[in-house]
């Protein structure tokens, strides 16, 4: 573990040498990806260098505990010596945990898809319900949301919406969202008192700029039409509408939320650079599964990730066997606890695999 360390710490100093180096500074992609990667591994040196330090100090204590004679200073020594040691087994687990591969998509925005599934209105109802409550939990991240495309159902809800959320961080608390969620209640629609089970699916996307992925123009079939919507004067009259076709994958996005056809244009092609990056993520990460699978799932859109129970007030995860009895709350929101549990499971699911490595 500790060769590693410092190998990241030697790769730390050559960073800070390469970012000073006129012909980086002069480079913004380079720039720029040396700036992530020292950003990326500042809080692993620091606490190694903590570490360090620690020990260094945990040295010369002993030391003097071998050689001090005055009862008050001997005394002093011994205090400091155990506080010291006391602080060693913290700093390991905190470095052991921090040498856990990261997921490089951790620190994008993210793009989230809801649809109603099996369950007709009420389906669409609960789409609606997740989405607000991801709006929610957003929100109270400080985080920006952007609505890129929405369906509306008559009864209320969304038969689909798509949106993306703005902030730092975002795809790492969200990404365990893919999936299929299931309600249990009595829909609105129901006259006889019955509970219904219905489903929503999730598809979570990290952004995905242009230098990550690389999209030639032509392999991008892209048609025209007229929007359709419940009015307006550019409704049916304009062809600002845009369907966007990656021929080599297949991957079709349809864009008619902005009048202007530009704007459509430069939705479509986020929603459709994120939907082939993960198709090509989806498949090399298939191999991966097929002999090891995660502890928090696939991520596969199919798989039934989550429950909530309204006559019972609660919501389990089925991936990691976690009930609370608190869905009031979460669906208004407050997510941190059931995100939490997504995030130490999944951090304790590398570490074994890290130490099965070594």
Known sequence: MFDRLQAVEDRYERLNELLS?????????KLRDYSKEQSDIQEMVDVYREYKAVKEQLADAREMLEIEKDPD????????????NDQIPDLEERLRILLIPKDPNDSKNVIMEIRGA??????NIFAGDLFRMYSRYAETQGWKIDIMEATPNAMGGYKEVIFMINGQGAYSKFKFENG??????VPATESQGRIHTSTATVACLPEVEEVDVEIHEKDIRVDTFASSGAGGQSVNTTMSAVRMTHIPTGVVVSMQDERSQIKNREKAMKILRARVADMYMQEAQAEVDATRKSAVGTG???ERIRTYNYP??????????LTIQKLDQIIEGKLDEVIDALILE???????RLNEDA
């Open 21 to 29: 180096d006129p012909d980086v500074v002069s480079d913004s992609k």
């Open 73 to 84: 200073m001997l005394e002093m020594v011994k205090e400091e010596f155990h506080e010291l």
């Open 118 to 123: 099996a369950g007709g209105d009420e389906a």
């Open 180 to 185: 299929a969620h299931r309600v249990q209640r």
């Open 300 to 302: 596969d859109r199919s």
């Open 312 to 321: 019972q007030n609660r919501v389990t995860d089925h991936r990691i066997g």
């Open 346 to 352: 999944e951090q304790a699911s590398k570490l074994a």
